[in-house]
């Protein structure tokens, strides 16, 4: 009885106030958002396990890797990440990419419903590009996007084109010691082998690279060869590469 009358005083006080603008979401709409982006829940036996997916290590990395002064980004597939929405709470302007809608609504977001291979922006435009843990899902056609084996780096080409000389390129993507065509279908995600990560960071400065792996409940710093030494389909994304890139001088 309680909870009702709870309920009912909260429901008279918004007609009376109105709704407070930092709760104005309904659980229904974040609350899958929250799920996809920080745990992935797992069937394993008669029971369900909850997995602490990568974005622990990935955000707040990201975030280091900012300013702390508001700046115009650019995040590519930003598709129901709440990332972006959290750099737009930040005091960034942040150009959502992704080829479907983005559901959150923000002030300092500006949505960009198109395709990452076609980027609809000139040439050196922005100063800082964020893809964390999106573009390996690239060209797979799981989110009504069209099956590209070369997606990941024809986006990589796009965001290259539009960043700027000395430009900033923060970037993260799951890692192993194999990349199946097949396993990718299913799983609706790749994973970049040494050599495809090689390719990835041809024509950019490595400021910083670093690897983490699950591990015992944990997402913990490991080296690079442990990482791609990983299983990062079997069981889920187990390795990941965290990378922040610079755009040299031509």
């Known amino acids: ?50 997995m602490l997916l990568e974005r622990v290590v990935e955000y707040p990395l990201a975030f ?12 590519v597939g930003s598709g129901n990440s709440p990332f972006p929405y959290h750099l737009a709470c930040l005091g960034h302007t942040v150009h959502t990419v992704d080829i479907l809608p983005y559901p959150l609504h923000h002030p300092n977001i500006i949505e960009h419903q198109c395709d990452a291979m076609n980027l609809p922006f000139g040439n050196e435009s922005y100063k800082f590009v964020t893809a964390i843990s999106s573009l390996e899902h690239f060209g797979l ?17 796009e965001v290259r084109r539009v960043l700027k000389n000395k430009g900033t390129f923060i970037v993260s993507f799951p890692v192993g010691r194999e990349s199946d065509p097949v396993k990718s279908k299913k ?62 001088l031509k």
């Open 187 to 248: 799983a609706n995600y790749r994973v970049f082998t040494p050599a495809l990560h090689s390719r990835f960071i041809h024509g950019f400065n490595v400021a910083q690279q670093r690897f983490f792996q699950h591990a015992d409940h944990h997402w913990l710093p490991c080296t690079g060869r442990e990482a791609f030494g990983r299983d990062s389909y079997s069981q889920g994304t187990m390795a990941i590469v965290f990378m922040v890139l610079t755009k040299p």
């Open 1 to 50: 009885m309680g909870l009702v009358k709870y309920r009912w005083k909260n429901q008279v006080k918004e007609w009376i106030y109105g709704r407070e603008e930092q709760f104005h979401y309904d659980l229904r709409l974040i609350g899958p958002m929250v799920r996809t982006a920080y745990y992935n829940p797992k069937p394993f036996a008669f029971n369900t396990r909850v």
């Open 64 to 75: 280091q890797s900012l300013p702390l002064e508001p700046a115009t980004i650019l995040d």
């Open 141 to 157: 056609g799981g989110y009504s996007d069209p099956v590209k084996v070369d997606a990941p780096f024809q986006a990589r080409q």
